[in-house]
């Protein structure tokens, strides 16, 4: 008989939740939802992901419509970071 220990299902529920999520989301813009924890403009995205621009604005996008995101604009620029909501998602797929 194998005995699961808390940390072995502890991380067998996370991996399992970060495939789900991957499925509902897509892979990108699950690494997207994870790189708003602090906040950041879409082109600081891009590279750091290695995405392109246009497409790291229609995941933000896709994350704002969803209700997961705040935004601030400072100047020019316009940053976004993860609401309640989103940071939510996240502790509770990858338990930070």
């Known amino acids: ?30 690494r997207v939802l994870f790189a708003l924890r602090e906040p950041t403009t879409t082109a600081e995205l891009a590279l750091e992901l290695g995405l392109a621009p ?3 604005s229609a995941h933000v996008r896709a994350l704002d ?3 997961v995101l705040d935004r601030v604009r400072r100047g020019r ?8 909501t989103g940071r939510a ?4 797929v990858d338990g930070s």
């Open 1 to 30: 008989m194998h005995e699961i220990t808390d940390r072995k299902r502890g991380e067998l529920v996370r991996r399992t939740a970060e495939r789900s999520l991957r499925v509902l989301f897509g892979a990108s813009r699950s």
């Open 77 to 84: 620029c316009v940053y976004y970071r993860l609401n309640s």
């Open 65 to 67: 419509s969803a209700g």
């Open 89 to 92: 998602l996240v502790e509770a």
């Open 54 to 56: 246009s497409t790291v």
